[in-house]
């Protein structure tokens, strides 16, 4: 179920201090976070996230294109090496 229109869109307040001060201050170094249920928005472009997959941190460069999209939606939780028997026939 989508969130509703009029409460806007979900980001975290930490993390949106610390983009505006990244912006502000020309910070060039990668935000480090954990909430992968935060939208991206517009302030976002430029920045890079470490995105916490449960594992590891992964890095995601922001662009325009990305906005409105969630932070989670990059930095994907699962691994999948692939079937075994397509390796087998492949040799």
């Known amino acids: 179920m989508a969130r509703s229109v ?3 869109p979900f980001v975290e307040l ?5 983009a505006v001060a990244a912006q502000d201050g020309g910070a060039r170094g990668a935000i480090k976070t954990w909430s ?11 920045l890079t996230f470490n995105v916490y997959n449960g594992r ?7 662009n ?7 932070l989670g939606e990059f930095a994907p939780t699962r691994y999948f090496p692939g079937h075994a028997a ?3 026939g492949k040799r």
């Open 64 to 70: 325009e294109d990305m906005v409105g999209m969630k």
């Open 36 to 46: 992968r249920r935060s939208t991206i928005m517009p302030q976002f472009v430029g």
């Open 56 to 62: 590891k941190f992964v890095p995601v460069s922001v």
């Open 14 to 18: 930490s993390l949106l201090k610390k």
């Open 6 to 8: 009029w409460k806007g």
């Open 86 to 88: 397509d390796k087998k």
